[in-house]
């Protein structure tokens, strides 16, 4: 099997597996840019439940823009409260709604270089929003599940640290086709299989195509991150 068919195996069979798990918290918000870009700010170091508990309570009182700047201070942190450094993202929630209706007309914008200028969004929230707000996939989001799993199934050299760099690795070995999910897939998949600590490599539908890079076995059946040893 050559690398080309190997990692088009592996893609097939995380699609196929995928059609049973539940949609990561932002799917929620396809196509609806000024939502994908607040709750994508909101979701940094935060779990998919709370991201989306927080969201659906601001969005229930505020969707747009000029709208969000009607509400007080407390109505925003209150409602981001379950999300963590809600304090900061409730002030930046403020920030991006005020430069939204300044600069942008109340449009969210549909550039890279334009998106990493609004306080509280860096590059993997910037991509997050072309991906879920636009539908534009020139980019793979990097989060934890996909730094992880595309370096142990060899993908990436585990030596690439930062999200730009793994993207760009990641783009030279899997087809366009496969960008605009990996990330989906990769949350899905970290989440129900390789997890963080112990990966289910046992039962993984991708042990024959996987070098499982970074992983132990640390009794029979039961496998370990290195990092955690
Ligand atoms: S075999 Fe193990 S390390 Fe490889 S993808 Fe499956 S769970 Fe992850």
Redesign the pocket.
């Known amino acids: 099997m050559t690398e080309a068919e190997r990692v088009r195996e592996i893609y097939k069979r995380i699609e196929q597996a995928a059609k049973d798990w539940p949609t990561t918290s932002l799917d929620y918000f396809q196509e609806e840019p000024f939502k994908a870009l607040i709750a994508g700010m909101l979701s940094a170091q935060t779990r998919e439940e709370q991201t989306l508990a927080a969201a659906q309570a601001l969005f229930a009182l505020a969707d747009s823009p000029d709208d969000m700047l009607k509400l007080t201070d407390e109505q925003i942190l209150q409602a981001v409260r379950p999300v963590s450094y809600f304090q900061s993202k409730a002030k930046y929630v403020r920030e991006i709604c005020q430069r939204l209706v300044e600069v942008y007309d109340g449009v969210v914008p549909h550039t890279l270089d334009d998106l990493i200028t609004f306080r509280g969004v860096g590059w993997k929230v910037a991509v997050l929003t072309l991906q879920v707000g636009f539908g534009i996939h020139d980019d793979i989001t990097v989060d934890v599940h996909v730094n992880r ?1 595309s370096k ?2 060899g993908l990436v050299a585990p030596s690439v640290k930062q999200p730009a760099k793994i993207n760009e690795a990641l783009k030279l070995v899997l087809p366009r086709a496969f960008w605009a999910h990996w990330n989906s897939y990769m949350v899905q ?1 970290g989440r129900e ?3 963080p600590t112990y ?3 046992a039962s ?4 024959d195509l ?1 070098p ?1 890079i970074g ?1 132990v076995e640390v009794a029979p059946g039961r ?1 370990k991150s290195e990092a955690y040893l």
């Open positions: 799993i142990r199934l998949f299989v390789c997890k990966p289910q490599c993984c539908f991708l042990r996987c499982q992983v496998f």
